[in-house]
């Protein structure tokens, strides 16, 4: 498994939490992050991510939502992991999976999935439970102004329904 980061101290901090598990063979890439098809997977940063194409799955290390479509579809993403928050038993785990051909938490598909912050506000009391009229009064806007907008969400991220807006919203991480 490679580990490609340009950030030496997050690199090794990396390789030092995959290389407690006696079951990973882990190198550290090349200096120009270059990886061959030698490996299983890699880890990769977003910044690796979006500089290189990868020959094997690859798990990505970042603080941000999502990664490009374009990126996506060229590169076989098994998961998208919290730079900020991940422990080295999720990293791990991950890494497993993603040796074993398993997609963990598949990234964001679309750039158009983004909701501008109005919206993104909607959809957050929409999870608290506030009905249309609760969510005009909150927001000072007149009730036929937010049905436009939850029609909107909806739309903009595929969903069915209300709940399914929810629903999806906490999945890709908008709400």
Known sequence: MAVVEANEVLRRGVVACLADDRGLDVTPAAPDGAVSQ???????????????????????????????????????????????????AQLQATVHAAVTGLTVNPPIEA????????????????????????IADRLNYSERTIKKLISSVEQTLDARNRAHAVALGIRRGVI
Do not use: Y
């Not at 991510?49 to 579809?73: N, Q, Y």
């Open 111 to 134: 750039a158009g999935e983004q909701l501008d912050p109005r919206s993104a506000s909607v959809l957050e009391l929409i999870a608290d439970g506030l009905s249309t009229r609760e």
């Open 38 to 88: 030698e490996f299983d997977v890699a880890v990769v940063s977003s910044e690796a991510a979006a500089k290189h194409r990868f020959p094997c799955p690859i798990v990505v290390c970042s603080d941000e939502r999502g990664l490009s479509p374009s990126f996506a579809a060229e590169n076989e993403v098994a998961a998208v992991l919290p730079r900020g928050s991940m422990t080295a």
